[in-house]
């Protein structure tokens, strides 16, 4: 069974860049054709799909924050990667990795980050 775990900083200051990482184990996030994303919640908002990469390293963005988002993977250690530049407050929000994009079989547990000062 495939499982996902993100980990990161739970708190970032505004214009700092956000970064976290998802972890994957039980299937490799270079088998064919999968995409993994990263998806998040704000508080009293519904989900919102920012990014994936694909099987072979290919990257898609949201083009509603295109321009400060960047994914990336490590294949060596089964993981792929977040930053998001320049946060605001209206960044905050629970961070999902999954595997999937407009579908998404499998999710991590999502974890909690707040940009403040």
């Known amino acids: 069974q495939v499982q996902l775990q993100e980990s990161g900083p739970g708190l970032v200051k505004p214009s700092q860049t956000l970064s976290l990482t998802c972890t994957v184990s039980?299937?490799?996030?270079?088998?064919?054709?999968?995409?993994w994303s990263w998806i998040r919640q704000p508080p009293g908002k519904g989900l919102e799909w920012m990014g994936a990469?694909?099987?072979?390293?290919?990257?898609h963005y949201s083009p509603s924050l295109k321009s400060h988002i960047s994914i990336s993977r490590d294949t060596s250690k089964n993981q792929f990667s977040l930053q998001l530049i320049s946060v605001t407050p209206e960044d905050t929000a629970v961070y999902y990795c999954?595997?999937?994009?407009?579908?998404?079989?499998?999710w991590g547990q999502g974890t909690q980050v707040t940009v403040s000062s």
């Open positions: 990469i694909g099987y072979d390293g290919s990257t």
């Open positions: 039980g299937g490799s996030i270079t088998t064919k054709y999968y995409y």
């Open positions: 999954a595997r999937g994009t407009g579908w998404c079989d499998y």
